[in-house]
Nanobody
Framework: VQLQASGGGLAQPGGSLRLSCAAS????????MGWYRQPPGKQREFVAR???????NYVDSVRGRFTISRDNAKNTVHLQMNSLQPEDTAVYYC?????????WGRGTQVTVSS
């Protein structure tokens, strides 16, 4: 599956952004979809995941502020990010996991700064 992330940009602390990841192919509805991020100078880290049944998981630092959702009819997964903080600054990547197959999209930059 090919993935294309969008929606990044510049936000002020306390602001919001909504990331989207569009997937091609017919396997989207059978894939676990996730968002990861790579802060400047750091390794890529897990942010959120949504299963095929809609169950969600979040890293502690974003729980209560970020919401992951999926639209199987549109082959799209979203990440609604509220109450953004400077430490949320990173390149955000979406991924799709189906069995042993893992696909990554190109990242989208999120910068939180006043």
């Amino acid at each position: 599956v090919q993935l294309q992330a969008s929606g990044g940009g510049l936000a002020q602390p306390g602001g919001s952004l909504r990331l989207s990841c569009a997937a091609s192919g017919s396997s989207f509805s059978r894939s676990v979809m996730g968002w990861y991020r790579q802060p400047p100078g750091k390794q890529r880290e897990f942010v959120a995941r949504i299963t095929t049944g809609g169950n969600t998981n979040y890293v502690d630092s974003v729980r209560g502020r970020f919401t992951i959702s999926r639209d199987n009819a549109k082959n799209t997964v979203h990440l609604q990010m509220n109450s953004l903080q400077p430490e949320d600054t990173a390149v955000y990547y979406c991924n799709a996991v189906l069995g042993l197959s893992v696909s990554w999209g190109r990242g989208t930059q999120v910068t939180v700064s006043s």
